[in-house]
């Protein structure tokens, strides 16, 4: 019979416990107003195929980085079938609504406008290891 390292219900910290994401609290993360304006800006961007996805694999999960190369797969083939060249959009950002469901947690719908029409991106970031990070985005 193998004896225990140590006794049992007490926790010794792992790798994961310092070196894995630490969540932050709202205290030691920046304005999240500026991450938002840029984020959907380069969300928007990368849609039209006016900017490379792998700009924003810093700014967000694993989960919304593959979400979003899905969509940009789909923006790029109805581009392929109309015949019509990527583009940088002429956008502006408009009202933007911001919540906090819970410390550390920023959920906002930022409206972006440009001449054809108006979109709302749904934008919910996570603060990991003092830095905003987006969990997800949907552009709707």
């Given at each position: 019979m193998n004896p225990l390292p140590h006794p049992?219900?007490?926790?010794?910290?792992v790798d994961e416990d310092y070196f894995g994401v630490q969540h932050s609290s709202r205290?030691?993360?920046p304005d999240?107003?500026?991450?938002?304006?840029?984020?959907?800006?380069?969300?928007?961007?990368?849609?039209?195929g006016a900017r490379e996805l792998d700009q924003l694999a810093r700014?967000?999960?694993?989960?919304?980085?593959?979400?979003l190369l899905k969509r940009t797969v789909l923006s790029a083939r109805a581009r392929a079938v109309k015949g019509q060249q990527p583009?940088?959009?002429?956008?502006?950002i408009g009202r933007m609504s911001i919540s906090e469901p819970s410390d550390g947690v920023i959920e906002a719908v930022v409206m972006v406008h440009s001449k054809a029409r108006s979109?709302?991106?749904?934008?919910?970031?996570e603060g990991m290891d003092n830095r905003w990070r987006a969990?997800?985005?949907h552009v709707l």
């Open positions: 049992p219900g007490v926790h010794l910290p205290g030691d993360l999240p107003e500026p991450l938002l304006v840029n984020l959907t800006r380069c969300v928007i961007e990368v849609l039209a700014w967000v999960s694993d989960d919304v980085y593959r979400h583009h940088r959009p002429s956008i502006t979109r709302a991106v749904a934008l919910r970031l969990s997800a985005i």
